[in-house]
C-alpha cells in the first residue's frame, strides 16, 4: 500500500511548555493509522500537564512520502524478461556493496517496459528499460508526450535466440526457411494466392525432419524476443520462398506484414514475459520446442537442449562471433531526467558498465552475458560516464518533482 504523510511545518521542542503537536492527515491509508497517530499527539500533550484541540491545529503544508520516514526511494526497473537476470544481478551486487538499496526489477516485455517507462518523470516511475531490441521511433514520440527527452541507450552484449527442447526429444538442426514454414500464418498456395499454413508436423515441412507436432511455446508480442525472433529468423527465412522474395521486391512493407505474422491454430502457445514458463513447458511436453533467449538455455542445460541453425550449435563463441544465425544485441535505456532526483540512478549505471560486471571475467559471464568486444565497452562506458557527470550538475526538468525537502530543525511556534 502507497502511504502520504502530511505533516506541519511545526517543531516539537525538548520543553513541554513549549510543545506544539502538528495535525497529522494521512491520505487513502487505514483507520488504525489515523488513530495511532492521534494517540501520539493526545501522549504528547498529556506528558507535558496540559491539552491540545487537534481541531484548532493548522492545515498541513509540507508533503513527506511515508516510505521517506522509514526506507530510501529505490530505483525502478522494467522491461525484458531477457535482460532482467542481469540487471537482477547487477541489482543485488549493487545494494550489497553500496549506500543505496537493490533496485526493483519488474518483467514486463520490452513493449510494456517502454509505455511504462515513457509514461512520467519521477522518482516513483522507472528510471531505466531493460531491452532485447533497440527502442522504436513511436516509443522516442511516446517518451517526448511526457517530457523524456532523448533516453540516453546502453548496449550491454550478445544474446542468442534459441529453439530448444526437452533432452529426452528429437535433436534439431533447422534452417531460418523451415523455421517460417512451421510457424508463419499464411503460406504461398501455388496459384498467385495465400491460404492458412497447412503443416502439422515439422516432416509435412522436409522429411529429414522429425515426425514430432508442431507445437512452439515462445514469448509474446510485447516481448522484445518475440520482435528479434520475428525480424531475424521469420522475416530471413521467409526469403527462402520465391513467392515471398518476389513480394519483398515489390512491396516491403506487405512482405514484412506477411514475414512477420505467426498462426495462432495452436501451433504456437504465447508464455507470457517469463521464459522460466517456457523452460517448464518444454518438461512437460516431449512434442514441445520454445523460443527463448541464450542466458535461459544456458541455465538449464541439464534439462533442455538447444537446436541448431543451419548446422550451428547455440554456443558462446558462435554467437559472439555472429556465426550462430539468430543472434542479437540487448540493452537497456536511462532516463535522463531522472538522475539528478533518483538516489544512485548513476551508481547503479556505472556498476552494471564497470569491467567486473559485463567484461570477458566479470560476473554476469556466469549468468550468460555474451560480452561486446573491448573497444565497444570502453567507447560505452566513456560515453555514459560523461553523460552521468553532467547529470550532476544539471537543473531539475520542469516536469520533473522537486527532490524532498525536510528541515531537521523548523523554528519553534
Same mark, same amino acid.
Given at each position: 500500500m502507497s502511504i502520504t504523510l502530511l505533516l506541519n511545518e511545526q517543531t516539537l521542542t525538548r520543553s513541554c511548555h513549549t510543545t506544539q503537536i502538528s495535525e497529522h492527515q494521512v491520505l487513502n491509508t487505514e483507520q488504525i493509522l489515523r488513530s495511532l497517530l492521534a494517540a501520539i499527539a493526545m501522549f504528547g500533550a498529556a506528558a507535558c500537564g496540559s491539552s491540545t484541540d487537534l481541531a484548532d491545529v493548522p492545515e498541513p503544508d509540507i508533503l513527506v512520502p511515508i516510505e521517506g520516514l522509514g526506507g530510501a526511494q529505490k530505483i525502478k526497473i522494467v522491461g525484458s524478461s531477457t535482460v532482467a537476470p542481469f540487471s537482477t544481478t547487477v541489482a543485488e551486487q549493487f545494494g550489497a556493496i553500496s549506500e543505496h538499496p537493490a533496485p526493483i526489477v519488474e518483467t514486463t516485455g520490452t513493449g510494456g517496459g517502454f509505455k511504462a517507462f515513457c509514461n512520467a518523470i519521477g522518482p516513483d516511475e522507472p528510471s531505466i528499460i531493460n531491452a532485447s531490441r533497440k527502442i522504436k521511433d513511436g516509443e522516442r514520440a511516446l517518451c517526448l508526450e511526457a517530457g523524456i527527452v532523448d533516453p540516453f541507450e546502453i548496449k550491454i552484449g550478445y544474446d542468442g535466440i534459441v529453439l530448444a527442447n526437452g533432452k529426452s526429444g528429437p535433436d534439431l538442426n533447422l534452417t531460418k526457411t523451415e523455421i517460417f514454414l512451421a510457424l508463419a500464418a499464411e503460406l504461398p498456395d501455388g496459384e498467385g494466392g495465400w491460404r492458412a499454413n497447412p503443416h502439422r508436423y515439422w516432416n509435412d515441412i522436409n522429411p529429414a525432419l522429425p515426425s514430432m507436432r508442431i507445437l512452439v511455446s515462445g514469448p509474446p508480442p510485447t516481448s522484445g524476443t518475440r520482435d528479434a525472433f520475428a525480424e531475424i529468423a521469420m522475416e530471413r527465412g521467409a526469403l527462402g520462398v520465391p513467392e515471398l522474395a518476389a513480394l519483398q521486391k515489390a512491396d516491403p512493407m506487405a512482405f514484412a506484414a506477411r514475414a512477420r505474422e505467426i498462426r495462432n491454430d495452436g501451433a504456437w502457445i504465447d508464455s507470457g514475459e517469463n521464459d522460466s514458463s517456457i523452460i517448464n513447458t518444454l518438461l512437460r511436453n516431449e512434442d514441445?520446442?520454445?523460443?527463448?533467449?541464450?542466458?535461459?538455455?544456458? #541455465?538449464? $542445460?541439464?534439462?533442455? =537442449?538447444?537446436?541448431?541453425? @543451419?548446422?550451428? !550449435? %547455440?554456443?558462446?563463441?558462435? *554467437?559472439?562471433?555472429?556465426?550462430?544465425?539468430?543472434?542479437?544485441?540487448?540493452?537497456?535505456?536511462?532516463?535522463?531526467?531522472?538522475?539528478?532526483?533518483?538516489?544512485?540512478?548513476?551508481?547503479?549505471?556505472?556498476?552494471?558498465?564497470?569491467?567486473?560486471?559485463?567484461?570477458?571475467?566479470?560476473?554476469?559471464?556466469?549468468?550468460?552475458?555474451?560480452?561486446?568486444?573491448?573497444?565497444?565497452?570502453?567507447?560505452?562506458?566513456?560515453?555514459?560516464? #560523461?553523460? $552521468?557527470?553532467?547529470? =550532476?550538475?544539471?537543473?531539475? @526538468?520542469?516536469? !520533473? %518533482?522537486?527532490?524532498?525537502? *525536510?528541515?531537521?530543525?523548523?523554528?519553534?511556534r
Open positions: 514441445a520446442v520454445g523460443v527463448l533467449g541464450y542466458s535461459f538455455l544456458e #541455465q538449464n $542445460l541439464d534439462r533442455v =537442449k538447444g537446436g541448431r541453425i @543451419s548446422d550451428i !550449435a %547455440p554456443t558462446f563463441e558462435n *554467437i559472439s562471433t555472429g556465426e550462430y544465425g539468430v543472434s542479437r544485441s540487448m540493452y537497456f535505456y536511462v532516463k535522463r531526467e531522472n538522475l539528478p532526483i533518483v538516489p544512485g540512478l548513476s551508481d547503479y549505471v556505472a556498476e552494471f558498465i564497470q569491467e567486473d560486471a559485463w567484461g570477458p571475467d566479470g560476473y554476469l559471464i556466469e549468468k550468460g552475458l555474451i560480452p561486446l568486444p573491448e573497444e565497444d565497452r570502453s567507447a560505452i562506458r566513456a560515453s555514459a560516464s #560523461q553523460i $552521468l557527470t553532467a547529470s =550532476k550538475n544539471l537543473p531539475l @526538468s520542469a516536469n !520533473a %518533482p522537486s527532490p524532498l525537502q *525536510i528541515d531537521e530543525d523548523l523554528p519553534a
